[in-house]
């Protein structure tokens, strides 16, 4: 059974707490991989969310690199109550990790 790209938006967006909205500035379909990657660092973001710091701190991990071609931004929760998913300046592997500081 193949996922489409905004029914993977809507389960992404359920998982959000609901005053935060899931923003898509990718011009692609996200692979499965991808899609999970997605949901744990959800998982985390609303964990760190629902602490007694969450709603005032950023969470340690601001911007996870899902995979080369996929970042996801919580650098805007608070002021935009939004969370984006882009596409990084397209890099060579070697740039991307300096870049990262992975």
Known sequence: MT???QTMLNQIQKRLPDNIKIIDDTNFEF???EFLSLLCWLKYFREHY???CGKKEFPKITFPVISQRLILDF?????E???YLYEPNRRKQKDFIFTWRL
């Open 3 to 5: 996922t489409t790209k």
């Open 31 to 33: 692979t499965e991989s």
């Open 50 to 52: 629902n602490s007694e």
């Open 75 to 79: 650098g805007l929760c608070f002021q």
């Open 81 to 83: 109550h939004a969370v």
